[in-house]
């Protein structure tokens, strides 16, 4: 059975009886497998002339793949697939390993890529640092702030043969994914950019000149993009050189960010103008941001400077560059796989110089890596387009310029019980099936672990971003993010027993699981995740956001603790809140009806998108696989028929919305903003019931701690029992220990 057919075979369980069969089908797809026929091994002190025995490896990936290809070729595939084995060492990459339709396998003899029993195996993108030097360029040392001349040390990058150092692009919200330009990574970490103010603290836009001033689609003021605007104090001034100067900044709103090139400066006016072209939004009083790329700002360990006109970095370790008996330093993110850095060696100095993924697979089906790290490419770190039924499974992805996974197209693919950190944009992105005919894609990410995405675009680089028909995010670890954890669009996906917490922890406006505005994305559910202690500026977060209209969302049996608006359903129809546990947020529910307000900013700007992409959909279609679409006829008109507009169309009120069978301890719930009362279904809710868990939330908290009694009144309510012990990552052959905690041998 193919990957596709069996995503499809899973679908049609009924609800409630899925998650303990994919938890065990999921792990069949990897283990159950034929044993394969041959075995090639590659080492990195293997020969391209040798025969890729274990004796004999091979010295290149690319060899390796070309053998592979020569079976193919001969149609010699052998039964039971072929294992390419990597022996442990460091694969330095100067190029992508590409693999096409031509290094396929079969669903009978599959192809893995995997580590050797036991061997630590790197794919790396960048080049190794050493031969630091202490500065000692008098003109050099005046440029650098006084307490940071005897602790910043140098390095003569083109001395090392490193010429190339790719080029600061602006980046962020409404902007093209390019490379990330070259990055300092220290002990498995990446390091930051020199800037001002320093790590954690912001400078105010201090206002813009009267030239730029503009009325915004709100009815403020903001001011023009190529006016420039107004900072405060001087600072600048003491700063020796601007000629490559950066800013970083939410210039508008909480919920989009970009990094911008300053054109010019008047340190006397006090007016930053950035360079054309201008895609980001206007420039708002008050708004935050922070000037980097600055060797004036080198101030404090961690952070780092390029020259790239002479090839010098500078940089302030963090630790000692050479440190007999120095600390361990753990993992970031605590993946469980039991990492460390030496106790007697200094840590490792790396500098991402690769602008292609890692691994690039165009048109192949039935791959696995297994178990490999893939780290320090400017780009993503795999790329997968078209094909059928490939797997990366057991991989550490860490340090990546873009992406960790992009899935495009195709079916069936998976990324299954890896760990992905410090990423500059997203961890996976999924899209695949067919929003014309409603065909899945069948593509999933399960079993892994996420922290520290967004590290550069910040907004709209979820963990986890799935669009087109029937993808799967499950049994996911999600923490420390800037924004949402997981996005989707589409239809029919399904997000379920996910941990995600401390998300949100720079923005505002945002959910842990965001979707919005399309009355067509139908068919998807939420359930049994728990989200927690979630984050959020100026106008906070949500747990499960459904903005601006989306509609016919399932969210249940979810538990949420410690968030900000819980589950919020922001103007749109059809949604089911059901059976959920609520407690300590604020609200639980939340219900607008946005879809009526009048104002150009929502009547004109949601309707009109609204309209837009109903018409980009075959509706009679939806409206047979999801009936509730019909409903909408009596606004817009019937397919085919003319649409409702202008002073007739009235807008669309936030209908056939349920709340049922659900738990709250705290604030339970609110409707404003033209949510007509009494038009919500709410019933058999227990909204006092502090008394009905078997124990208090622990400090962290745990799913399992949201166990209610025996004797609570939610069961007579019809109050369902929630998969609580299923919730988050499990132990299987890839990951022997489970985020955080000691690694063991699996069961």
Same mark, same amino acid.
């Given at each position: 059975?193919?990957?596709?057919?069996?995503?499809?075979?899973?679908?049609?369980?009924?609800? &409630?009886?899925?998650?303990?069969? %994919?938890?065990?089908?999921?792990?069949?797809?990897?283990?159950?497998?034929?044993?394969?026929?041959?075995?090639?091994?590659?080492?990195?002190?293997?020969?391209?002339? #040798?025969?890729?025995?274990?004796?004999? !490896?091979?010295?290149? %990936?690319?060899?390796?793949?070309?053998?592979?290809?020569?079976?193919?070729?001969?149609?010699?595939?052998?039964?039971?697939?072929?294992?390419?084995?990597?022996?442990?060492?460091?694969?330095?990459?100067?190029?992508?390993?590409?693999?096409?339709?031509?290094?396929?396998?079969?669903?009978?003899?599959?192809?893995?890529?995997?580590?050797?029993?036991?061997?630590?195996?790197?794919?790396?993108?960048? =080049?190794?640092?050493?031969?630091?030097?202490?500065?000692?360029?008098?003109?050099?040392?005046?440029?650098?702030?006084?307490?940071?001349?005897?602790?910043?040390?140098?390095?003569?990058?083109?001395?090392?043969? @490193?010429? #190339?150092?790719?080029?600061?692009?602006?980046?962020?919200?409404?902007?093209?994914?390019?490379?990330?330009?070259?990055?300092?990574?220290?002990?498995?970490?990446?390091?930051?950019?020199?800037?001002?103010?320093?790590?954690?603290?912001?400078?105010?836009?201090?206002?813009?000149?009267?030239?730029?001033?503009?009325?915004?689609?709100?009815?403020?003021?903001?001011?023009?993009?190529?006016?420039?605007?107004?900072?405060?104090?001087?600072?600048?001034?003491?700063?020796?050189?601007?000629?490559?100067?950066?800013?970083? &900044?939410?210039?508008?709103? #909480?919920?989009?960010?970009?990094?911008?090139?300053?054109?010019?400066?008047?340190?006397?006016?006090?007016?930053?103008?950035?360079?054309?072209?201008? +895609?980001?939004?206007?420039?708002?009083?008050?708004?935050?941001?922070?000037?980097?790329?600055?060797?004036?700002?080198?101030?404090?360990?961690?952070?780092?400077?390029?020259?790239?006109?002479?090839?010098?970095?500078?940089?302030?370790?963090?630790?000692?560059?050479?440190?007999?008996?120095?600390?361990?330093?753990?993992?970031?993110?605590?993946?469980?796989?039991?990492?460390?850095?030496?106790?007697?060696?200094?840590?490792?100095?790396?500098?991402?110089?690769?602008?292609?993924?890692?691994?690039?697979?165009?048109?192949?089906?039935?791959?696995?890596?297994?178990?490999?790290?893939?780290?320090?490419?400017?780009?993503?770190?795999?790329?997968?387009?078209?094909?059928?039924?490939?797997?990366?499974?057991?991989?550490?992805?860490?340090?990546?310029?873009?992406?960790?996974?992009?899935?495009?197209?195709?079916?069936?693919?998976?990324?299954?019980?890896?760990?992905?950190?410090?990423?500059?944009?997203?961890?996976?992105?999924?899209?695949?099936?067919?929003?014309?005919?409603?065909?899945?894609?069948?593509?999933?990410?399960?079993?892994?672990?996420?922290?520290?995405?967004?590290?550069?675009?910040?907004?709209?680089?979820?963990?986890?971003?799935?669009? &087109?028909?029937?993808?799967?995010?499950?049994?996911?670890?999600?923490?420390?993010?800037?924004?949402?954890?997981?996005?989707?669009?589409?239809?029919?996906?399904?997000?379920?027993?996910?941990?995600?917490?401390?998300?949100? %922890?720079?923005?505002?406006?945002?959910?842990?699981?965001?979707?919005?505005?399309?009355?067509?994305?139908?068919?998807?559910?939420?359930?049994?995740?728990?989200?927690?202690?979630? +984050?959020?500026?100026?106008?906070?977060?949500?747990?499960?956001?459904?903005?601006?209209?989306?509609?016919?969302?399932?969210?249940?049996?979810?538990?949420?603790?410690?968030?900000? =608006?819980?589950?919020?359903?922001? +103007?749109?129809?059809?949604?089911?809140?059901?059976?959920?546990?609520?407690?300590?947020?604020?609200?639980?529910?939340?219900? #607008?009806?946005?879809?009526?307000?009048?104002?150009?900013?929502?009547?004109?700007?949601?309707?009109?998108?609204?309209?837009?992409? %109903?018409?980009?959909?075959?509706?009679?279609?939806?409206?047979?696989?999801?009936?509730?679409?019909?409903?909408?006829?009596?606004?817009?008109? !019937?397919?085919?028929?003319?649409?409702?507009?202008?002073?007739?169309?009235?807008?669309? !009120?936030?209908?056939?919305?349920? @709340?049922?069978?659900?738990?709250?301890?705290?604030?339970?719930?609110?409707?404003?903003?033209?949510?007509?009362?009494?038009?919500?279904?709410?019933?058999?809710?227990?909204?006092?019931?502090?008394?009905?868990?078997?124990? !208090?939330?622990?400090?962290?908290?745990?799913?399992?701690?949201?166990?209610?009694?025996?004797?609570?009144?939610?069961?007579?309510?019809?109050?369902?029992?929630?998969?609580?012990?299923?919730?988050?990552?499990?132990?299987?052959?890839?990951?022997?220990?489970?985020?955080?905690?000691?690694?063991?041998?699996?069961?």
């Amino acid at each position: 059975m193919s990957m596709a057919e069996l995503m499809r075979a899973m679908a049609s369980f009924p609800t &409630g009886k899925r998650p303990d069969i %994919l938890l065990i089908l999921s792990s069949a797809l990897l283990f159950a497998l034929p044993a394969p026929a041959a075995q090639l091994y590659v080492a990195t002190t293997g020969s391209d002339t #040798d025969s890729g025995t274990r004796r004999k !490896p091979f010295a290149t %990936l690319e060899h390796a793949r070309d053998e592979v290809r020569r079976f193919s070729q001969n149609g010699k595939l052998p039964k039971g697939g072929v294992t390419i084995w990597l022996r442990g060492g460091d694969y330095l990459r100067t190029n992508a390993l590409e693999l096409t339709a031509a290094d396929a396998g079969t669903p009978n003899s599959p192809i893995v890529w995997r580590a050797g029993k036991g061997e630590t195996v790197r794919l790396l993108g960048g =080049r190794k640092l050493s031969g630091f030097a202490a500065v000692t360029d008098p003109a050099m040392l005046a440029r650098l702030p006084e307490a940071a001349r005897g602790h910043v040390m140098q390095v003569d990058l083109k001395a090392l043969g @490193v010429n #190339d150092f790719g080029q600061m692009q602006s980046r962020g919200f409404g902007r093209p994914l390019t490379p990330a330009h070259c990055e300092l990574f220290f002990g498995s970490r990446p390091m930051t950019l020199a800037r001002w103010p320093n790590e954690g603290d912001w400078e105010r836009i201090a206002g813009y000149p009267d030239s730029g001033a503009i009325k915004d689609e709100h009815g403020g003021k903001t001011g023009k993009l190529e006016e420039g605007f107004l900072y405060s104090g001087d600072r600048p001034h003491g700063w020796k050189d601007l000629s490559d100067l950066w800013v970083h &900044g939410y210039w508008s709103w #909480d919920w989009a960010n970009t990094y911008e090139r300053v054109a010019s400066i008047d340190l006397d006016l006090r007016l930053v103008k950035t360079a054309a072209p201008y +895609g980001m939004y206007s420039f708002r009083k008050g708004q935050r941001f922070y000037f980097l790329n600055l060797l004036g700002e080198l101030d404090q360990p961690g952070e780092w400077f390029l020259d790239r006109k002479t090839g010098i970095l500078y940089f302030w370790p963090p630790d000692p560059l050479t440190r007999p008996g120095g600390h361990p330093l753990p993992l970031r993110g605590g993946s469980g796989r039991g990492e460390r850095e030496s106790k007697t060696q200094a840590p490792e100095i790396l500098f991402s110089l690769l602008s292609d993924p890692l691994l690039k697979l165009t048109d192949v089906s039935h791959v696995t890596f297994r178990g490999l790290i893939l780290e320090a490419t400017r780009s993503s770190a795999v790329q997968i387009h078209g094909g059928a039924s490939n797997l990366i499974a057991g991989c550490l992805i860490r340090n990546i310029g873009n992406y960790g996974v992009t899935i495009e197209g195709g079916t069936g693919h998976g990324v299954l019980s890896c760990d992905i950190f410090d990423t500059g944009d997203g961890g996976v992105s999924m899209e695949g099936g067919d929003r014309q005919t409603l065909r899945p894609g069948g593509h999933f990410v399960e079993n892994c672990h996420f922290a520290h995405q967004g590290r550069w675009s910040k907004c709209y680089v979820p963990a986890v971003i799935m669009g &087109g028909v029937g993808q799967r995010a499950a049994h996911n670890l999600i923490h420390d993010h800037p924004h949402c954890a997981i996005l989707y669009t589409g239809n029919d996906h399904l997000i379920e027993l996910n941990e995600i917490h401390h998300i949100a %922890l720079e923005t505002g406006d945002v959910g842990a699981i965001y979707t919005g505005r399309d009355y067509s994305f139908r068919g998807n559910r939420l359930r049994h995740n728990f989200i927690h202690d979630t +984050g959020g500026v100026g106008m906070g977060s949500m747990g499960m956001y459904m903005d601006d209209c989306v509609s016919g969302t399932e969210i249940s049996g979810n538990v949420f603790y410690k968030v900000q =608006r819980a589950a919020f359903l922001g +103007g749109g129809r059809d949604h089911l809140v059901l059976n959920n546990i609520f407690v300590d947020c604020n609200y639980a529910v939340e219900l #607008d009806g946005r879809g009526l307000d009048t104002s150009p900013v929502w009547h004109s700007m949601v309707d009109k998108t609204m309209r837009q992409r %109903l018409a980009e959909v075959p509706l009679a279609l939806y409206r047979e696989r999801y009936p509730a679409l019909k409903t909408l006829d009596q606004y817009y008109g !019937p397919p085919g028929g003319p649409a409702i507009e202008g002073a007739a169309f009235k807008g669309v !009120p936030p209908e056939n919305n349920v @709340v049922e069978r659900n738990v709250c301890v705290g604030k339970w719930l609110k409707e404003y903003w033209h949510a007509t009362p009494g038009k919500l279904l709410v019933q058999n809710n227990l909204t006092n019931a502090a008394a009905s868990f078997v124990r !208090p939330p622990g400090n962290p908290p745990q799913a399992n701690d949201f166990s209610l009694k025996r004797d609570s009144p939610a069961w007579n309510l019809g109050f369902q029992p929630i998969p609580l012990d299923k919730i988050g990552p499990y132990r299987d052959e890839l990951r022997a220990a489970l985020p955080g905690s000691k690694p063991r041998p699996a069961d």
